[in-house]
Nanobody
């Protein structure tokens, strides 16, 4: 099982990034994929999720700015980050689990598989 994030980087406030989470080694279409982030000194928090049947969820802090989508043909989930703010600076992780329901957000322990993370830095 492997989850590989990419697309992070340094961007100015107001800028955009698109993160990707490429999955392999499990039945991708049956799993919900969550995006978490962890800023220095803070707990890891779920910011978005897409279910196996394409329902999407967003934290209030990112609603209207971030968009999650999945391409089942490519076993990949994307997180489009727009109107970025300095407080969005964090390591972003994707995670996969087959049993998460509709409760949002969830603690990291609810997810079984994790990627290694990609750094997003928003700074002028």
């Amino acid at each position: 099982v492997q989850l590989v994030e990419s697309g992070g980087g340094l961007v100015q406030p107001g800028g955009s990034l698109r993160l990707s989470c490429a999955a392999s080694g499990f039945a991708f279409t049956s799993y919900a994929i969550g995006w978490f982030r962890q800023a220095p000194g803070k707990e890891r928090e779920e910011v978005s999720r897409i279910s196996s049947d394409d329902n999407s969820y967003y934290a209030d802090s990112v609603k209207g700015r971030f968009t999650i989508s999945r391409d089942n043909a490519k076993n990949t989930v994307y997180l489009q980050l727009n109107s970025l703010k300095p407080e969005d600076t964090a390591i972003y992780y994707c995670a996969a689990d087959k049993t998460v329901g509709d409760a949002f957000p969830l603690n990291p322990g609810a997810y079984h598989y994790w990627g290694q993370g990609t750094q997003v830095t928003v700074s002028s």
